[in-house]
């Protein structure tokens, strides 16, 4: 028999409609806050970092939003993305589990990012705006926001996380294919970036950085907005475009996973996977959803729930999440893109809801299974990616011990084609294991416990 290895949609199939999941969850959540006021932010108050048709989007109830046609047009030159089943790495982990995997690396910038880029980039054209600055890790956000910036016809600039620019030189030139442009942050062209630099000028930079860099660039130029690759609703939104695809190919096989599990960086790629296989969670369906993050920056699994700044300068509005404090500065692990002390509202609300289980995974361990996935599947995955990979093994041998039956299904978020330093160093033995010390966790607390509307639980 013939085993299926890959479920293809064809494009006449591509969803019509993001699902917002604001409109299911059983706690709401709560409302970010103007730090000045203590009170929640108004639309005016996020208007000079975004344009008002996506601070509209942030805020909507709506249960499903019409994907604009020019959005489609431009999300058909990849999607859909196909499902994959990793039959050989079953094989070789001898488990009873099934493992699908939803490939989002064939985009052109090689990740699921474009999918919000492209609704980003649109909407700000829509709305007259010429150009968009923003931050990057791994480079994958930067590349992806480049391209889409080129679709539509918008200035780029972005400002790269120092020790990721000293890695991955090549993402800096396919930003600059795109016509984008790229800078080291901490930076000399903005006023925060210059202070940093004045304190320490081997900054090693963070995501909380760079997003303080590209706000106050977006505020301070003439037609220029911002634009974040995670964390906010409307990039959770975009992103369930992967979820919604799956789902179909899964009714398509005539099956439905167990098991769901996505890499927490901000938290996009997992909600994009998630969310919708979530809402049948929240309507009574056995499904697990687990998110998998670094034991080096393990904000959902040990990080207070409180309000906390989304940057390094304390410019955006308090948003509540786990957060292990906005000017903490993660070890510079290869997995740059999960290198952030915060997550997305909405994940955050439902790990504290009981409804998703957040795991951490140390480095080693991660890409130990991403070198077993390249070796039997053969895929390279982004050192991100191998988080969820490492997570999805990790069921899968549960399965075997437990002698059942399960279908597993991970976001494979993107490709480690040009993340191969991180794998070098793994292969040489020069990776180590780092979990983040007990002392580092009590000092995030104690930096965020004089802020506004402390939010209640663990
Ligand atoms: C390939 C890949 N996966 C995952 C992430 C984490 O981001 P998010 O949690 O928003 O999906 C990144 C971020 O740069 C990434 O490049």
């Given at each position: 028999?013939?085993?299926i290895?890959?479920?293809n ?14 409109a ?9 806050l ?5 009170k ?9 970092v975004?344009p008002?048709?996506?601070?509209e ?7 499903y939003?019409?994907i ?6 431009k999300?058909l ?15 070789h982990l ?8 939803k ?16 609704a ?32 539509f ?26 016509g984008?442009?790229c ?5 000399p ?49 975009h992103?369930?475009i992967?979820?919604l ?6 009714a ?6 167990d ?22 969670k929240?309507?009574?369906?056995q499904v ?5 993050e670094?034991?080096a ?14 940057d ?7 948003l ?16 740059g ?28 361990k991660t890409?130990e299974?991403g070198?077993l996935f390249?070796?039997t ?18 069921e ?15 976001n494979?978020s993107g ?18 294991g ?5 002392e580092e ?9 004089g802020?506004p ?6």
């Open positions: 028999m013939t085993v290895k890959k479920v949609l064809p494009d006449t199939e591509i969803p019509r409609q993001w699902y917002n999941i604001a299911d969850m059983p706690n709401p959540m709560q409302p970010p103007n730090p000045a006021t203590g929640p932010a108004s639309a005016e108050d996020l208007a000079p975004f008002m048709n996506l601070i989007q942030e805020m909507s109830t709506e249960r939003i019409d604009p046609g020019k959005v489609l047009e999300l030159l990849y999607r859909p993305t196909p499902l994959k089943r990793a039959y050989a790495l079953e094989q001898q488990t009873p589990a099934k493992i699908y995997y490939d989002e690396s064939v985009s052109p910038a090689g990740s699921h990012k474009p999918n919000t880029a492209i980003q980039a649109y909407y700000n054209k829509e709305f007259g705006i010429r150009r968009i600055t923003t931050e990057t890790g791994a480079g994958q956000w930067g590349s992806a926001l480049s391209f889409s910036c080129a679709l016809g918008l200035e780029c600039k972005v400002y790269m996380v120092r020790v990721s620019y000293d890695q991955k030189p090549y993402r800096r030139l396919m930003m600059q294919t795109w984008g442009q800078v080291p942050s901490p930076s062209d903005t006023s925060f970036g210059r202070k940093m630099l004045a304190e320490d000028p081997d900054c090693p930079g963070s995501l909380g950085i760079a997003i303080s860099e590209a706000i106050e660039d977006a505020v301070t130029s003439r037609d220029t907005r911002y634009s974040l690759g995670s964390v906010l609703n409307h990039v959770m939104l992103q369930t992967i979820g695809e799956a789902q179909k190919q899964f398509q096989i005539g099956e439905y996973p098991v769901v599990v996505g890499c927490v960086g901000g938290g996009s790629n997992f909600a994009g996977l998630a969310f919708p296989f979530l809402r049948d929240i309507y009574g369906k697990q959803v687990i998110a998998a670094p034991a920056c393990p904000t959902l699994t040990r990080g207070p729930f409180a309000y906390d700044f989304g390094t300068a304390a410019t955006t509005p308090l509540p999440m786990y957060t292990l404090g906005h000017n903490f500065m993660p070890p510079a692990i290869h997995a893109g999960l290198r952030y002390h915060g997550a997305s509202p909405q994940v955050s609300q439902l790990v504290k809801d009981r409804l998703i289980e957040p795991r951490a995974y140390d480095q080693l890409y299974a070198v390249a070796r599947e053969g895929q390279i995955p982004a050192p991100e990616t191998c988080h969820a990979i490492a997570a999805a093994i990790e899968a041998m549960k399965a075997k011990e437990e002698g059942v039956q399960k279908t597993i299904v991970f494979y490709h480690g084609l040009l993340d191969l330093p991180g794998y070098a160093k793994y292969l040489e033995g020069e990776l180590s780092f979990a983040l010390p007990e966790i009590n000092r995030a607390i104690a930096a965020i416990a802020l509307g402390i939010c209640t639980g663990e």
